[in-house]
């Protein structure tokens, strides 16, 4: 059952399936062979993976209800990146799964950005994130840092995964695809891209850029990306890199 929440978000009541058990998680996998080592992280149904997930899934997140936190932690188990980013991180949730992957994998580092006390909507401090990172047993590969989302490529090089989650419209998207495609190599994870998500009440009443039309010009305009979306709420973005990467179309 989904109700509407106060601040615009579907509520939903009653437990609902993993987004690794939606057609559009198989149509990914069936688009990108080089994911298959991603079913073996994935359960039947949301359960504890790896150590110390049970202090993360504590967190609030609106990534939490459909299991998305498992999908970041097997994304990375999969692909191994060595260099992260994550921009937009509330209490740490997807930070720290993707963190738990690294460790896991035994190389890799994240860097994670947020405004912090200088957003002025829904934010959390940074003192409490960097200690959830130090409670979660992950310092060693977490580094916080404070920016905002278009400042952030400015200060980094070459990375492996992105993960943009900062309330996305369609600008940020092109903005994160403007000054971060020339700088990921595997993978750009952005919050958002369903149309229902597209209709969430603040991007209405704020009259914000929908996500889905700017897919269809990215698409267009980055050929060396496959872009997929997972389809359940709030849903996901997955960019991966195409080995026969040959150059923009425009720029
Ligand atoms: C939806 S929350 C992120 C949720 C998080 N990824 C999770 O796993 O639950 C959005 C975050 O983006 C941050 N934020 C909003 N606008 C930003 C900006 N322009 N630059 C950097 N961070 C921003 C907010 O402070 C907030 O922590």
Redesign the pocket.
Known sequence: MVTESRAGWPDRTAAAPPVWLDPSFSDLLHRHPVLGAIRTYLPPSPASVFPGQAVIDT?????ADRGYGLLFYALVRALLPKSCV??????????LMAAAALRDNGVGAIAG????ED?P????QRAQVAQQIVDSGLAAWVTLRQ????AVHEHCGGVDYLHV???NTGETYRAVFEHWAPKVSQVILL?GGSRERDNVDWMLQYGKPAIGPVLADLRRDYPEWSISVLEPFPSLTVALKTPAAGGRASS
């Open positions: 967190l609030p997140s609106s990534y994550e921009i937009g991180l509330f209490r740490g949730y997807s930070l950005y947020d405004l912090f957003y909507y829904r934010h959390a920016a905002d989302v278009h989650d900062v309330s919050e």
